[in-house]
T-cell receptor, first 116, second 114 residues
């Protein structure tokens, strides 16, 4: 597709379950970002990939959160043993080579996670 | 580290009135500044960006913003609000020392009354 694609768009899970969120970036975009959007909190940076490497994962809130990227394309964000405070919209964004891009991101529509 | 402060979580205007959304940034090095808009149930899309060229930046849908270094501000304006402008607006800053990873403000919800 032409834009950033995220799935699922909505996920309802029970506390303690694991969830996987998927992001398919724009073709040719080498940089990929995950942000978390909570009500009234703005966007919270989680992790950044350049290719398949994650040079900055400083925003991951705990060791229950992990992410990987394969083939320089699709990324998966995994949350283990979900807690109610994990409920949020998880946004993925991609961009062209970071050095030339100066921070302009293209966002997907997000995955809304609700933990009961 | 860089940061962004958006003054006012909600701004309400009448249709046809001036829109002014405030953004102040903090950065120890020259910043790149952005405004993004998020319509309900959609992802963010870029409205405009400042990357050290002209200080007055024009974006889509009639919006513009002015970079004022002395005031560390990058306020977003539009002369005449339209109902379709109702959305959430985010200011963001990125710097070379921060690997160009954008830091976002908390957002301002623009409400437009008929």
């Amino acid at each position: 597709g032409a834009g950033v694609s995220q799935s699922p768009s909505n996920k309802v899970t029970e506390k303690g379950k694991d969830v996987e969120l998927r992001c398919d970036p724009i073709s040719g975009h080498t940089a990929l970002y995950w942000y978390r959007q909570s009500l009234g909190q703005g966007l919270e940076f989680l992790i950044y990939f350049q290719g398949n490497s994650a040079p900055d994962k400083s925003g991951l809130p705990s060791d229950r959160f992990s992410a990987e990227r394969t083939g320089g394309s699709v990324s998966t964000l995994t949350i283990q043993r979900t807690q109610q405070e994990d409920s949020a919209v998880y946004l993925c964004a991609s961009s062209k080579d970071r050095g030339r891009n100066t921070g302009e991101l293209f966002f997907g529509e997000g995955s809304r996670l609700t933990v009961l | 580290a860089q940061s962004v402060t958006q003054l006012g979580s909600h701004v309400s205007v009448s249709e046809g009135a001036l829109v002014l959304l405030r953004c102040n940034y903090s950065s120890s090095v020259p910043p790149y500044l952005f405004w993004y808009v998020q319509y309900p149930n959609q992802g963010l899309q870029l409205l405009l960006k400042y990357t050290s060229a002209a200080t007055l930046v024009k974006g889509i849908n009639g919006f513009e913003a002015e970079f004022k270094k002395s005031e560390t501000s990058f306020h977003l304006t539009k002369p005449s609000a339209h109902m379709s402008d109702a959305a959430e607006y985010f200011c963001a800053v990125s710097v070379s020392g921060g690997s160009y990873i954008p830091t976002f403000g908390r957002g301002t919800s623009l409400i437009v009354h008929p």
